[in-house]
């Protein structure tokens, strides 16, 4: 797996180089690195179906953007399309909203998942008979190298309820950035 680039904490006048070597590594790396961070906006274009009282996590057919510096990113749409898998170590934002056909019985929720861990969840009701969209809590989440984030979906109206794809402001998303350096949890 790649690394995140690191600047040179100081520089020593007749002990480093300034060549190109060390510029490329300490100077164009970070800065390549930071305009290229890490990121993905998935979508899904296929309506799932969610059984009642079961969290399912979303698999993700389209991408708007899946990229990084070394220009690989880190979903696939052909193995473990559910997840975002990091390829560099950091705190990413992820952010993410998941449509439910109508139905007025019961809750939906959206919750987060690292490495098959719960992070954060976000019940509602139904409500009224109408479709209705959960916002996945917009939090950021340690990665470390090969770990990866899901976004499930919940819902408990008594019988399978379908994901709604039509419509951008209901479509399941699921959005991942890159934010910064440091100890994971």
């Not at 290229?36 to 969610?50: C, E, H, I, K, M």
């Not at 479709?131 to 340690?142: G, S």
């Amino acid at each position: 797996m790649p690394a995140v680039p690191q600047t040179k904490p100081s520089w020593q006048d007749g002990v480093d180089a300034l060549d190109s070597t060390n510029l490329h590594a300490y100077l164009r790396d970070p800065l390549h690195f930071l305009v290229r961070r890490p990121a993905a906006v998935l979508r899904s274009t296929v309506a799932q179906a969610l059984t009642s009282g079961s969290w399912t996590a979303i698999a993700w057919q389209a991408e708007d953007l899946d990229d990084d510096p070394d220009g690989v990113g880190g979903h696939s749409t052909d193995t473990n399309t559910t997840r975002y898998t990091a390829r560099y170590p950091g705190w990413y934002r992820v952010s993410g909203i998941v449509g439910f056909a109508a139905n007025a019985t019961g809750r939906r929720g959206a919750r987060w998942l690292r490495n098959g861990s719960i992070v954060v969840e976000r019940y509602q009701s139904a409500g009224v008979n109408a479709v209705v969209a959960v916002q996945a809590p917009n939090t950021l989440i340690y990665l470390g190298e090969g770990d990866y984030v899901e976004l499930q979906a919940y819902q408990d109206s008594g019988g399978t309820l379908a994901t709604v794809v039509n419509a951008t402001w209901t479509q399941p998303t699921m959005s991942v950035s890159w934010e910064r350096l440091g100890a994971g949890s």
